[in-house]
């Protein structure tokens, strides 16, 4: 096999191939440019949103393509190659003493808890299908190691689970880590694998239950960076983030779609909400209160709004300051190489005038009159007279 030529083709060839989803096996596919645009597209959007919480211009920020909570530092796993998530919180940590994860996706977020796993700076809390399924991680005694020990929660559920079991656990469990953790901003993982109907996931969730769970964490009005994640059944993924970002805008969507392209396919029958089907439900009273007790008693052990030492947060490398003009900038700001490359005007971005650089000054195709090049007024030439000798001498 030749080696690979391009940058993408290097990385590519670097990636771990890791089986998973029980009894099927399915690894991130290897396409080209797919580091490209999992690293840059995702993570620079999810990372837009964080640097807009920080600079105060935003109060949610919504992006559907990130959420890619499976990928670690070592490789991809889980059709996620680049951890958007852990970028995005990163930068959040820069002006926020407590950053809290919530997970809503069917399977456990593992890529995110693994990297904040043994710091107190950010609180992990992910709801998922357990029983073996996919990646097989988030027992509920994983609680985070070191000065992280009680700050990664994990509530594992069981097949069938409907919207009242769901909402029964969901709201005390991010009631009491709200009210404990006292987090300055959040950030949401919305998989629509949760809601029913998908081909992995073997949730009951109607896609308004799922929408409930992100109303019940905008009602703390923090400031927040909402994440897609997994789904794997087309329908189900456009109808519940269309739902969700009405929730963010608070504003209530007809239910009735209007006519388009898709109307007649059998599934969705032209409305905007999936109901719950019937299916048996797993998850028992007794075991969703054992469930509860549990992770609460975790929960009990945590210090109330763990401190931060006082520090200067570094300045942001793309600020509103330095945005769209280069001149602004001081000689005596060390700027990262990011920022130097953007910074770089294209050549054809050269323009005469002012800012002119070559000095060319050519001739404009078109003169207005005012652009008229002013003729130069030559100084008479002075008009050479032979010389007459008027001083006749007198003989
Ligand atoms: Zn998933």
């Known amino acids: 096999m030749s080696q690979p030529t391009t940058v993408a083709g290097k990385h590519m060839m670097q990636m771990k191939i890791v089986p998973c989803f029980g009894e099927f096996t399915i690894t991130p596919p290897v396409l080209l440019g797919v580091h490209w645009v999992t690293e840059y597209y995702n ?19 919504v992006h559907w393509a990130g959420g890619m909570h499976h990928a670690k530092k070592g490789g991809p796993s ?35 808890e693994h990297f904040f796993y043994n710091t107190n700076r950010v609180m992990t809390v992910s709801f998922h299908q357990s029983d073996g399924f996919f990646p097989g991680t988030g027992n509920i005694d994983d609680t985070g190691v070191d000065q992280g020990k ?40 919305l998989g629509v694998d949760s809601v029913v109907g998908d081909r992995l996931g073997q949730f009951n969730l109607s896609n308004v239950g799922h929408a409930s769970c992100l109303d019940y964490v ?25 739902l969700e970002t009405g929730a963010v ?41 054992d469930t509860l007790q549990k992770v609460l008693q975790v929960l009990a052990k945590t210090e ?17 300051q330095l945005k769209g003009d280069p001149d602004s900038i001081s000689e005596d700001v060390r700027l990262p190489q990011e920022l130097k490359d ?18 060319d000054n050519p001739e404009p195709l078109l003169k207005t009159e005012s652009q008229e090049t ?9 008009e050479i007279k032979p010389t007459v000798n008027t001083h006749t001498e007198k003989v």
């Open 43 to 61: 993570s620079l959007n999810s990372g837009s949103g964080s640097k807009k919480i920080n600079q105060g211009v935003s109060d949610v920020c």
């Open 78 to 112: 889980g059709f996620c190659y680049a951890n958007d998530i852990v970028a995005c919180i990163m930068d959040l940590l820069r002006h926020h003493k407590r950053v809290l994860y919530i997970d809503i996706d069917v399977h456990h977020g593992d890529g995110v």
């Open 150 to 189: 009680n700050y990664a929660i994990n509530v594992p559920l069981r097949r069938g689970i409907n919207d009242n079991s769901y909402l029964a656990i969901f709201t005390p469990v991010i009631h009491n880590i709200i009210y404990r953790y006292q987090p300055e901003a959040i950030v949401m993982q």
């Open 218 to 242: 905008l009602s703390f009005n923090l400031p927040m960076v909402v994440l897609g994640g997994g789904g794997y059944t087309a329908y189900n993924v456009a109808r519940t983030w269309t």
């Open 249 to 289: 805008l608070g504003e209530k969507l007809n239910n009735v779609l209007p006519k388009n392209t898709f109307m007649g396919f059998p599934d969705g029958k032209g409305r905007l909400e999936i109901p719950s089907v019937e299916m048996y439900n797993h998850n028992t009273p007794k075991f969703l209160e």
């Open 304 to 320: 109330i709004a763990p401190s931060v030492p006082l520090y200067t947060p570094p300045q942001d490398w793309y600020s509103p």
């Open 342 to 359: 953007v910074l770089v005007d294209h050549p054809q971005e050269h323009y005469d005038g002012e800012k002119d650089n070559d000095q």
């Open 374 to 382: 002013p003729v130069k007024v030559e100084e008479p030439i002075p």
